[in-house]
T-cell receptor
């Protein structure tokens, strides 16, 4: 079982729609979950962090976490062409390891 | 807003040569990391560094790799004898500490090309 699984996409949505990105993880000890956005040829940029079960909203972004199901998602409302990028999910646990383990990411394409 | 910086942005070297990639982490951060991303592949962890010593390293980080914090601001990754397969983007990251909210912030990366 892969540590982090994401649908590689591309996920194509029209401008103004909601984009839904999903991620499952295998490490039950993970406590924090980070969503990074990576434009082609650029470095990962942290856009959302979530630590507790439920929803966390920040502007057009909503992260949802369900630790029992080992599932985390990112919703992007009112998607813009500038949101077109690869979105990386990274679980993190405090004890023992500090590394982030990334999945392959989901490529999002927002068409005008 | 403070940010992680990296130099150079692009390094071209011959196979077998030594390279040093440099990073300046965010000033009040305590943990420093190196990751790499081979073209078209996922971001992979190489090493983490805390309190002037390696705290964790991956299988990729073999004897050809070393890290150092030579002064109070720089953090370096050295590859002693580069191989073709070392060609990748190398990202430095830093984070404030080991709490649950240990958000890691990435620098812009150094593109290493080994010929």
């Amino acid at each position: 079982q892969k540590e982090v699984e994401q649908n590689s996409g591309p996920l194509s949505v029209p401008e103004g729609a909601i984009a839904s990105l999903n991620c499952t993880y295998s490490d039950r000890v993970s406590q924090s979950f980070f969503w990074y956005r990576q434009y082609s040829g650029k470095s990962p940029e942290l856009i959302m962090s979530i630590y507790s079960n439920g929803d966390k909203e920040d502007g057009r972004f909503t992260a949802q976490l369900n630790k029992a199901s080992q599932y985390v998602s990112l919703l992007i409302r009112d998607s813009q062409p500038s949101d077109s990028a690869t979105y990386l999910c990274a679980p993190y646990r405090e004890t023992g390891f500090q590394k982030l383990v990334f999945g392959t990411g989901t490529r999002l394409l927002v068409s005008p | 807003e403070p940010e992680v910086t990296q130099t150079p942005s692009h390094q071209v070297t011959q196979m077998g040569q030594e390279v040093i990639l440099r990073c300046v982490p965010i000033s009040n951060h305590l943990y420093f990391y190196w990751y790499r991303q081979i073209l078209g592949q996922k971001v992979e962890f190489l090493v983490s560094f805390y309190n002037n010593e390696i705290s964790e390293k991956s299988e990729i980080f073999d004897d050809q790799f070393s890290v150092e914090r030579p002064d109070g601001s720089n953090f370096t990754l050295k590859i002693r004898s580069t191989k073709l397969e070392d060609s990748a983007m190398y990202f430095c990251a830093s984070s404030p500490g080991t709490s649950v909210r240990n958000e890691q912030f990435f620098g812009p990366g150094t593109r290493l090309t080994v010929l």
